[in-house]
C-alpha cells in the first residue's frame, strides 16, 4: 500500500511474510520472486541474474523450498548439449499463487491500522 506524499518522497507499506518449517524458511517474498523468474524465464539461472542474486544462491533456495514441502516447487534439469532449464510443478504454482493471495488479504486488513500511521509519519516538509 502506497500513499503518494509528493514527488520526491513516497511512504509505503511493504509486509515481509515468512512461512517457517523448524528453522527453514519455508517460503516468504525472496523465494515468491524466484518462483515468478523461474516461471518467467524456464531457466534458475536467468531467474537468478534478473533478481541479481548469484547461481548458488538461488539453487540452495530451491533447495530449501523442495525440502519443506510434500513435493517439489521447482523441477530443474541439468545443463549440457541439449540445455538445461527449471519450471514450477504444480505444487509451486499452488504455493506461489497461496503466498500472493495472503499478501493481498494482509494488507487489506491492515488498511485502517496504516491509515493512521501513514497520518502520522513526517511527510518531507516537516
Known amino acids: 500500500m502506497r500513499t503518494k506524499t509528493n514527488d520526491r ?18 517460503f516468504g517474498p525472496g ?3 524466484l518462483l515468478e523468474q523461474i516461471r518467467e524465464t524456464g531457466s534458475l539461472n536467468q531467474a537468478a541474474r534478473r533478481l541479481r542474486m548469484s547461481y548458488m544462491k538461488a539453487w540452495l533456495l530451491v533447495r530449501v523450498m523442495n525440502a519443506c514441502y510434500k513435493k517439489p ?12 532449464g ?3 510443478t504444480s505444487a509451486g504454482e499452488r504455493v506461489l499463487s497461496l503466498y500472493r493471495t495472503m499478501e493481498r ?3 487489506r486488513a491492515m ?10 509519519l513526517k511527510s518531507e516538509s516537516s
Open 31 to 33: 523465494k515468491a520472486d
Open 73 to 84: 516447487l521447482v523441477k530443474a534439469s541439468r545443463g549440457g548439449s541439449g540445455g538445461g
Open 86 to 88: 527449471a519450471e514450477l
Open 111 to 120: 488498511e485502517p491500522a496504516w491509515a493512521g500511521i501513514a497520518s502520522l
Open 9 to 26: 518522497q513516497t511512504i509505503a507499506l511493504l509486509p515481509r511474510i515468512r512461512i517457517l518449517r523448524g528453522k527453514d524458511v519455508a
Open 105 to 107: 488479504q494482509s494488507l
